[in-house]
Every structure is written in C-alpha cells, then in structure tokens.
C-alpha cells in the first residue's frame, strides 16, 4: 500500500528556515509526481510546490523564491527547503502523490489521492 509520511515541521521565528520531508512507501520506484501543499485554520488547502520523476518542479506563485522541492536520489524522499519564513507561512502542511499519473506538475489537491498526516509549521513575528 502506498504512503506517504511528513515531518520536519515546528515552531520558528520569521526569517528562519525549515526543511520538511516526505518518505514516500510503497512504490518500487516513484513514477508519478508528489505535491506539497499547506492549509491554515480557516483557509482552503493550497498547492505550494511539486515534482515529478524528472525532476521537473512547479511552484506557486506566492512562494516562488523561498521554498525550493527536491528529492533524493533514489526519489523516495522529497523534500521542501523553506526560507525567509513568515508568519503567513503558518499551517499545516501535507505532502501527497498523484497516485493516477494525472497532475502533471498542477498545484490542485483533487489531483493527488495518497495523502499524508501533515506536519504543523508554525512561524512567530
């Protein structure tokens, strides 16, 4: 069965940096993209960046610049460098995989079905 597992999450001050990660298991290898995205009490879940088995990446618009994706060689683990933090950056964030092949790299979390528990980012002023 897949699955993914999130962690890296915590408690920073703005301007600080984290660097969360998502095993991914199950798969003999990973040939779909995965998905980071982030919800805040209140709010919609939001696409904030992907990867596919290219390695070719995608972000949204309002974190291009300081959150970076990536993955292992092996791309069993991908992961979300995270800098300049905010605290609008505060949520919690989730990493998922577009088990259908469907997502090409889109950023809309109805196209991704392998979710994981999410891990809680929270950022002080």
């Known amino acids: 069965q897949v699955h993914v597992v999130e962690s890296g999450g915590g408690s920073v001050q703005a301007g600080g940096s984290l660097r969360l990660s998502c095993a991914v298991y199950g798969y003999p290898y990973r040939s779909n993209c995965i998905g980071w995205f982030r919800q805040a009490p209140g709010k919609e879940r939001e696409g904030v960046a992907a990867?596919?088995?290219?390695?070719?990446?995608n972000y949204a618009d309002s974190v291009k610049g300081r959150f970076t994706i990536s993955e292992n060689n092996a791309k069993s683990i991908v992961y979300l460098q995270i800098n300049s933090l905010k605290p609008e950056d505060t949520a919690m964030y989730y990493c998922a995989a577009d088990n259908g092949g469907s997502a090409y790299l889109r950023l809309l979390p109805r196209l991704y079905n392998t979710w994981g528990q999410g891990t809680q980012v929270t950022v002080s002023s």
């Open positions: 990867i596919d088995t290219d390695s070719r990446t």
